[in-house]
Nanobody, 113 residues
Framework: QVSLVESGGGLVQPGGSLRLSCAAS????????MGWYRQAPGKQRELVAD???????NYVDSVKGRFTISTDNAKNMVYLQMNSLKPEDTATYYC???????WGQGTQVTVSS
């Protein structure tokens, strides 16, 4: 049974950092595409970053140079390191396996002074 559990969200000031974690079970993250998405109130969910086979990465332009997606294959975890956070990064962040319907429950990130 596939399970994805996000953690690490919270309230942070502009310019601050957070690291989101996604604990995966029921499959191996190193063998698939893993993505971090976000959804702000009133907006569509968008892909923030993805990583394939633990190596090849892609980022939406708005986070390039600030966010880093990575995996820990030994722990079967996916991370999103977020630096230089901006108020517009405020959203609920979700972890997703591949391009199907396997999603985590989300973790809230709020960037505000």
């Amino acid at each position: 049974q596939v399970s994805l559990v996000e953690s690490g969200g919270g309230l942070v000031q502009p310019g601050g950092s957070l690291r989101l974690s996604c604990a995966a079970s029921g499959f191996l993250v190193r063998l698939t595409v893993m993505g971090w998405y976000r959804q702000a109130p009133g907006k569509q969910r968008e892909l923030v970053a993805d990583i394939t086979a633990g190596r090849n990465t892609n980022y939406v332009d708005s986070v390039k140079g600030r966010f880093t997606i990575s995996t820990d294959n030994a722990k079967n975890m996916v991370y999103l390191q977020m630096n230089s956070l901006k108020p517009e990064d405020t959203a609920t962040y979700y972890c997703r396996r591949g391009w199907g319907s396997d999603w985590g429950q989300g973790t809230q990130v709020t960037v505000s002074s």
